[in-house]
């Protein structure tokens, strides 16, 4: 007989959630990272890049949704498709490099070479082949279902689910705020990614970012202090008086910090003329009150499940790798017909807070590899989620609401991890 | 062209410092218009337009790094600090056209001890030395990671 681990019974994956309380094998136990994999990867939909990645016919990036390898590529005829990185011929890679232009993609193995708009072009030494091998019937396999959002584009590993726009649902309105910050609606991924990993689950990354008003004021005290001093902006401030509705959790398991309702003190400094300019091509698009609040008030940090972030400079894909094994991308945004200058500085305020050796993210990533160790220990196997439950608040999306340090978001990711993972929705 | 022996002497005294974790005395090395910078590009001018890099400090910034590094209070520094030494090999020393500066480029090989792991990185440096009187200051140092286009666990140590 084996001997028990746990002081409790073990616990099946459809009893992970209570109201506020999430069991520690659902960071820990390779059958769960399994069952994410087919009923969260591989069902809803999932970001894959942005248009701006591959802004000329050829360009592609390698990404991977889940565990599989996947292409995006714009082809000759402007349309940008997501493709398995798989030759369909014997499934070897077809593409090793990350990213790059080119006409079509020849499988090294036996060298069956595809357009970059996906058709078979040859099956080398094809007489070989003893009956008619229909080459339409060969090209590079579409995953089942693409849609994109303002260039942000999401792909589907499964035939028949939610449109992209029933997923996404509410976020829509916060997902525009932060498009929206660029005059022009449009924003730019084009200047390349930091890259980390860290030894944690994938779930660690969207719960701690976005609850920066509650661990912020400790684990970054430091940078937090630093960027004081550098900027004259105080984001501590945020926490000491909290304010309703900022915690937000809406249907589909996406999880929002809104700050409309938290105005931040301006800056004591005059704005430069490049932010005057700015501010009066805000004032241009958006009309002198939505640009005044937009100004007033810090974008929204948002969560898209599973797996993009926007967090203040960049967005944030999560790539699980295994149960205990996480990448993290950090592509900072840029905001078309901006000044030059406000780009500039939002690439340099990146830097100094993200990415393996900014002063804040790498804080968060050490807390996530510590949080992988301590959830080891199954004495009480339950974390406790339950900040703000008495006072949490229904919303008209459908969503709840709560104080700026409450945790209603993630009791909103969680229900909706439990919907997917249980047996049914 | 200047004497060999006094680049390679700064080159490796830089590097003790750094695996000794003395901060200000590596800082102390710093001319104030100074640039720290480790790419994530291994050939940024292949680019046009703006690139992220792993870090990019001015003098400013690198006061901050720095201070931030000795604080003893950041989770991710104590997290990630270890005992670490580095080799410092293949030093090429170039002229450039800046009077009184010269190009020294060398490649590194540093492991760091933690508890469950020892780490490995391996780069080449490009330092902009610059003669003051008696001796060198660093006016630009630039780190190409053989990695740096990979995941890489944190950096939170100077490189």
């Given at each position: 007989m084996m001997a028990t681990r746990s002081a409790e019974p073990p616990v099946d994956y459809r009893n992970l959630?209570?109201?506020?309380?999430?069991?520690?094998?659902?960071?820990?136990?390779?059958?769960?990272?399994?069952?994410?994999?087919?009923?969260?990867?591989?069902?809803?939909?999932?970001?894959?890049?942005?248009?701006?990645?591959?802004?000329?016919?050829?360009?592609?990036?390698?990404?991977?949704?889940?565990?599989?390898?996947?292409?995006?590529?714009?082809?000759?005829?402007?349309?940008?498709?997501?493709?398995?990185?798989?030759?369909?011929?014997?499934?070897?890679?077809?593409?090793?490099?990350?990213?790059?232009?080119?006409?079509?993609?020849?499988?090294?193995?036996?060298?069956?070479?595809?357009?970059?708009?996906?058709?078979?072009?040859?099956?080398?030494?094809?007489?070989?082949?003893?009956?008619?091998?229909?080459?339409?019937?060969?090209?590079?396999?579409?995953?089942?279902?693409?849609?994109?959002?303002?260039?942000?584009?999401?792909a589907s590993v499964a035939e028949e689910g939610l449109s992209l726009a029933e997923h996404l649902g509410a976020i829509t309105e916060f997902l525009d705020l932060f498009i929206d910050l660029s005059p022009v609606g449009e924003i730019m991924l084009d200047t390349g990614a930091q890259k980390t990993q860290y030894r944690g689950n994938w779930k660690y990354m969207p719960e701690n970012s976005m609850e920066g008003d509650y661990h912020g004021p400790f684990l970054h005290q430091v940078a937090f202090a630093l960027y004081a001093r550098r900027t004259g902006f105080d984001v501590s401030a945020l926490a000491t008086g909290e304010v309703p509705d900022v915690i937000r959790s809406l249907p589909g398991g996406h999880m929002v910090e809104d700050y409309r309702g938290a105005p931040i003190d301006p800056p004591k400094r005059a704005p430069s003329p490049s932010r005057l300019e700015y501010i009066a091509a805000m004032k241009t698009r958006h009309g002198d009150e939505k640009a005044g609040q937009m100004m007033r008030t810090m974008a929204p940090l948002l969560y898209v499940f599973p797996n993009l972030l926007y967090v203040i400079t960049h967005i944030r894909v999560v790539q699980p790798a295994s149960v205990d094994r996480t990448n993290v991308y950090y592509y900072p945004v840029m905001l078309k017909g901006a000044p030059d200058e406000i780009n500039d500085m939002r690439l340099s305020d990146h830097e100094f807070m993200m990415g393996p050796a900014g002063f804040i993210s790498p804080d968060d990533i050490e807390i996530m590899e510590r949080n992988q160790i301590g959830i080891q220990a199954e004495g009480h196997d339950w974390l406790y989620i339950g900040r703000g439950l008495h006072r949490e608040r229904d919303m008209p999306d459908g969503g709840r609401s709560g104080m700026t340090m409450d945790e209603t978001h993630l009791r909103g990711f969680w229900r909706h991890y439990a919907a997917l993972m249980g047996d049914g929705e | 062209m200047s004497d060999r022996t006094a680049v390679e002497a700064f080159v490796y005294r830089e590097a003790r410092l750094m695996d000794e974790f003395d901060y200000d005395g590596w800082f102390a090395l710093w001319d104030e218009d100074g640039v720290y910078h480790v790419p994530v590009d291994p050939d940024p001018s292949a680019h046009t337009g703006r690139r992220v890099s792993i870090i990019r400090d001015d003098y400013p910034r690198l006061q901050q790094r720095v201070d931030r590094l000795k604080t003893g209070s950041v989770l991710a520094v104590e997290g990630q600090k270890g005992a670490m030494r580095r080799l410092v090999s293949n030093i090429e020393i170039s002229t450039v056209d800046t009077a009184g500066e010269i190009e020294v480029g060398s490649n590194f090989i540093l492991g760091i001890a933690r508890t469950a792991e020892q780490q490995l990185w391996i780069g080449r440096t490009i330092h902009r030395l610059r003669q003051h009187v008696g001796e060198f200051r660093i006016a630009r140092k630039t780190v190409f990671l053989i990695n740096s286009t990979h995941e890489t666990p944190l950096l939170q140590f100077l490189i």
């Open positions: 959630v209570r109201e506020a309380q999430v069991h520690g094998s659902a960071y820990r136990d390779p059958e769960i990272f399994q069952r994410e994999l087919e009923r969260i990867w591989y069902k809803v939909w999932v970001y894959v890049g942005h248009e701006s990645e591959v802004p000329n016919p050829g360009d592609f990036v390698r990404r991977q949704i889940g565990l599989q390898p996947v292409l995006m590529v714009r082809g000759r005829d402007g349309v940008v498709r997501v493709f398995y990185n798989r030759c369909r011929h014997r499934a070897n890679l077809l593409c090793l490099r990350e990213a790059g232009n080119s006409d079509k993609f020849v499988c090294p193995y036996h060298a069956w070479s595809y357009a970059n708009t996906g058709e078979l072009l040859e099956p080398t030494f094809d007489e070989g082949y003893d009956y008619d091998l229909q080459k339409e019937a060969f090209g590079l396999t579409p995953l089942a279902r693409q849609d994109s959002y303002r260039g942000l584009i999401f | -």
